[in-house]
């Protein structure tokens, strides 16, 4: 045993390296049985189903596919740790390891999330190991953190089954997140190891619906209006607000037609648009947010088509986050020597965007990444390369930090809750998601 590890530490290891393979297939299993938002009901039961087996109470159905176990529930007016994991995939068909029932795989790394935060589970579950932490733990899988599919995530919101499209955030309006003090998240990375991380973008998100005239495309168009045309038109106009953006704001917007007609002979009159606005930082959000309104709006204006634009918040910026102590001590002691360890630069920034930036601003989140992956995320050539990384070594991370945070009386984890300034109240941050739900129709005067 190291001189600067302890018997629980030590413990945990051994409990993890021993349980390697059931985490591996675990593994595995998930990421190949990809689902996507709203809808990961297979990948929950599973979830669910382990906890159950380690026989730590479950809460299932959470903004229609969260899950919760707890442990230690005794102690939770102490402080309460969530170890966090996300269920969903994306949709990338012709990926190796995409479910064919659902077209998703899990090219973000979600699966080794759940991978990580179950060997946490095992470790943590220990008779021995549960009895050393000073206060409850949950193991929370979160459905929806990517953001696809807007027009489905819109009818569920008018179905009254969710009111906002991304996991974290629909949680926090129902009150999921009221038992939790200090969370702990992770995502996959191309360096080895790396605890905390810089800032991230932002975004809001819109389905713009462009309705014109049926007509015989090539016998009488002159008697049609062309919603393709009108689209075109908007995407073009759209693409020339681009030297009105500042580099700063790092603003990102890039849409997809989801529909672009029926028949080819037949003048589009139905054309559907998904896009995400985004930027770095809650102004630059809303003045991009206008912009792409106006430029849709000017090609139905152009060719007398009628178009719709809805729009629904989406997440807020990620904010800097210094590395943990106890998070980088739990970083390399499950590296050992076989991996390097380092504190990520909270001066870099990410285009890319996570709903933990909305649980961010309400409460603290320690964060840090593993690699293992392979090419790029969110890529058809994104695969797991080291499974000792990516999963094996993700769990000792998960569990030794929650150990670091809660042992001693749980005093390293009452620093966290006690040092965080939250950015928003609760009022505050509904205000705010509320503010960007909107649907507005723009008709041509006859």
Known sequence: MSENIDKIQQKMIDIIDENREEIIDFARDIYNHGELGYKEFKTAEKFAAFLRKLKVRVQEGLAITGVKGYLNEEKKKNISLALIGELDALRIPNHCHANPETNAAHCCGHHCQLAGVIGAAIALTDAEVAASLDGQVVFYAVPSEEYGEIEFKNRLKEEGKIRYGGGKSELIRMGAFDDIDVSIAHHTGLDPISVGGGTGNGFVSKVIRYNGKAAHAAGSPHLGINALNAASIGLSALAFHRETFQDKDCVRIHPIITKGGDLVNVVPDEVV????????????????????DRAFLAGALALGAEVE?????????TIAEEANPQVLEAAKLAAGDKYPVKAADTKNHSGGSTDL???????????????????????????????????VTTAKIFALSAYN??????????????????????????????SFIQKETYKPEV
Do not use: C
Request: hydrophobic share 40%; proline share 4%; glycine share 4%.
């Open 273 to 292: 648009i998904e896009t995400l606005v985004r930027a770095s930082n809650v102004e630059a959000i809303t003045d991009a947010s206008v912009k792409t």
């Open 357 to 391: 930036g909305d649980l961010e601003h309400l409460q603290p989140v320690l964060s840090f990444r593993t690699g293992g992956m392979k090419d790029r995320l969110h890529s058809v050539d994104f695969d797991i390369l080291d499974e000792e990384l990516a999963y």
């Open 405 to 434: 945070l809660l042992k001693n009386k749980a005093a390293e984890a009452k620093k966290v809750k006690a040092d965080y300034k939250p950015v928003f109240t609760m009022e505050e941050y509904l205000a705010y998601m509320e």
């Open 309 to 317: 634009i809805e729009t629904m918040p989406g997440y807020l910026p």
